[in-house]
């Protein structure tokens, strides 16, 4: 039982343009949400995270979405560049230091 | 801080054998999680622990797998006897009650 899913396994963005990952949860019970980016043979690193009680959360050229009636959240990239080219992983828990759950991954190239 | 330190990065070992992962959290950190990743499931919670004492181990896979934590700086995941299913990456992380989680470079194991 996938609790929090990415559907897309790949994405394809033009250096420059906007990158927009999403992801989807089935949980009632999350209601916190991260974004961690991982480069190979490397472990997974923090980018963003919010909290339910916002739809949204900015930081530079990151901002993620939260819509809670849908259960669907996403991360907006703008501009692109070349170095964002990673796998993106959503994740979510009950409570802050609680356990992560985490999508499969979105694997981000962006083309320059 | 170093961050989060697992020894070994790479382990191969025949199938049937004991393989012990190590995991060194960051300091002052009270929560430490072990997850793996596999292409099929991407990250899995195996078990975690908050104050040395472990909370959750419902992701671990069966009785060939434990876990131990036997003080605030230092935790083993152990696989006895190893099988080829078992290959995967396995990642340590640890988190504060203020902070989100910081993820090891990950011990790559191939069971052959």
């Known amino acids: 039982d996938q609790q929090v899913k990415q559907n897309s396994p790949s994405l394809s963005v033009q250096e420059g343009r906007i990158s927009i990952l999403n992801c989807d949860y089935t949980n009632s019970m999350f209601d916190y949400f991260l974004w961690y980016k991982k480069y190979p043979a490397e472990g997974p690193t923090f980018l963003i995270s919010i909290s339910s009680i916002k739809d949204k959360n900015e930081d530079g050229r990151f901002t993620v979405f939260l819509n809670k009636s849908a259960k669907h959240l996403s991360l907006h990239i703008v501009p692109s560049q070349p170095g964002d080219s990673a796998v993106y992983f959503c994740?979510?828990?009950?409570?802050?230091?609680?356990?992560?759950?985490f999508g499969t991954g979105t694997r981000l190239t962006i083309i320059p | 801080d170093a961050g989060v330190i697992q020894s070994p990065r790479h382990e191969v070992t025949e199938m049937g054998q004991e393989v012990t992962l190590r995991c060194k959290p960051i300091?002052?950190?009270?929560?430490l999680f072990w997850y793996r990743q596999t292409m099929m499931r991407g990250l899995e919670l195996l078990i975690y622990?908050?104050?040395?004492?472990?909370?959750?181990d419902s992701g671990m896979p069966e009785d060939r797998f434990s876990a131990k934590m036997p003080n605030a700086s230092f935790s083993t995941l152990k696989i006895q006897p190893s099988e080829p299913r078992d290959s995967a990456v396995y990642f340590c992380a640890s988190s504060h009650v203020n902070t989100e989680a910081f993820f090891g470079q990950g011990t790559r194991l191939t069971v052959v």
């Open positions: 622990f908050n104050n040395n004492v472990p909370i959750d």
């Open positions: 994740a979510a828990s009950s409570d802050r230091n609680e356990k992560l759950t």
């Open positions: 300091s002052g950190h009270n929560s």
